[in-house]
């Protein structure tokens, strides 16, 4: 699926009312591996799933005063829009934001 495409569907997903798992969020090496190794096994190319288990928004969150935003993460490719994280590999909006935010 082309990237424009799939980033629609993402956003209408999370518009519609997408359950995800925002809390808590992966603020350890422990939380990170965790997410990701459910993301391998539990959610495989499923893109709901993925969403879920990575705690996808369609909005920024806020956490200790620190905006977390797809745009300010270290897997964000700016130029792309574009989620970098192995596990995930996904078109995203720089306003989004995942539990696996990194700087």
């Given at each position: 699926?082309?990237d424009?495409?799939?980033?629609?569907?993402?956003a209408?997903?999370?518009?519609s009312?997408?359950?995800?798992?925002?809390?808590?969020?992966?603020?350890?090496?422990?939380?990170?591996?965790?997410?990701?190794?459910?993301?391998q096994?539990e959610?495989?190319?499923d893109?709901?799933?993925?969403?879920?288990?990575?705690?996808?928004?369609?909005?920024?969150?806020?956490?200790?005063?620190?905006?977390?935003?797809?745009?300010?993460?270290?897997?964000?490719?700016?130029?792309?829009?574009?989620?970098?994280?192995?596990?995930?590999?996904?078109?995203v909006?720089p306003?989004?934001?995942?539990r696996?935010w990194?700087?």
């Amino acid at each position: 699926m082309e990237d424009q495409t799939l980033r629609k569907a993402i956003a209408e997903k999370l518009a519609s009312g997408l359950k995800t798992e925002v809390w808590p969020r992966a603020t350890t090496s422990k939380d990170v591996n965790e997410i990701v190794r459910r993301l391998q096994v539990e959610a495989g190319h499923d893109l709901s799933e993925k969403l879920i288990i990575a705690g996808f928004t369609d909005h920024v969150i806020e956490v200790d005063g620190i905006e977390q935003s797809c745009e300010a993460c270290m897997y964000y490719k700016v130029h792309a829009r574009f989620c970098d994280l192995p596990e995930l590999i996904l078109p995203v909006e720089p306003t989004w934001s995942c539990r696996l935010w990194r700087i």
